[in-house]
């Protein structure tokens, strides 16, 4: 079983939709929890950032996690084309160590 | 602008040639790290420094040797390049080893024929 699992679409939405983005993870070791975008030919930037099970909410994006079943979602609500990005989930441990990334989901919000 | 920064942006090399590439951060941050990002967008980390020392090493092959002048700054050299070390390649720095908020720089697209 992979560490880490994210589908890596693409997926295409109209703007304005929902736009649900989820990853599955197997180590029950990780303890922060983050969600990174990363626009075509540049580098990646920290979009959400959490430790714990429940809801965290930042304007229009949304994160959530649970621990119990380890898994964890991005929400995008009111999507917009300027959305259009991949998005990695990733993984980090209470000891200072690395970050485990998933493999990313390709997104595309259709003017 | 404070970022991190990297150089060159794009390299097209030979197969066996001996390549470097330069990263810098103003951020004041303690650790650098090196990324390999694949055709599949995978991003795995190579390398990791705090403050000068060698903290992250992952299986990466000896070809590849990272050096770290100074806190601000992690290069990474590439002896022997194959076809398989084409990939993007991330540096990116944090406040604190491991932690979660990472910045990246822009990447360099390395292309080997």
């Known amino acids: 079983q992979k560490e880490v699992e994210q589908d890596p679409g693409p997926l295409s939405v109209p703007e304005g939709a929902i736009v649900s983005l989820n990853c599955t993870y197997s180590?029950?070791?990780?303890?922060?929890f983050m969600w990174y975008r990363q626009y075509s030919r540049k580098g990646p930037e920290l979009l959400m950032y959490?430790?714990?099970?429940g809801n965290k909410e930042d304007g229009r994006f949304t994160a959530q996690v649970d621990k119990s079943s380890k898994y964890i979602s991005l929400f995008i609500r009111d999507s917009q084309p300027s959305d259009s990005a991949t998005y990695l989930c990733?993984?980090?441990?209470?000891?200072?160590?690395?970050?485990?990334f998933g493999s990313g989901t390709r997104l595309s919000i259709r003017p | 602008d404070t970022a991190v920064s990297q150089t060159p942006k794009y390299l097209v090399t030979q197969m066996g040639n001996d390549k470097s590439i330069k990263c810098e951060q103003n951020?004041?941050?303690?650790?650098m790290y090196w990324y390999k990002q694949d055709s599949k967008k995978f991003l795995k980390i190579m390398f990791s420094?705090?403050?000068?020392?060698?903290?992250i090493n992952e299986t990466v092959p000896n070809r590849f040797s990272p050096k770290s002048p100074d806190k601000a700054h992690l290069n990474l050299h590439i002896n022997s390049l194959e076809l398989g070390d084409s990939a993007v390649y991330f540096c990116?720095?944090?406040?604190?080893?491991?932690?979660?908020?990472?910045?990246f720089g822009p990447g360099t697209r390395l292309t080997v024929t």
């Open positions: 420094y705090n403050n000068k020392e060698l903290i």
């Open positions: 990116a720095s944090s406040q604190v080893t491991g932690g979660g908020e990472q910045y």
């Open positions: 959490t430790y714990s099970s």
């Open positions: 180590n029950s070791a990780f303890q922060y």
């Open positions: 951020l004041g941050h303690d650790t």
């Open positions: 990733a993984f980090g441990y209470s000891s200072a160590s690395k970050i485990i």
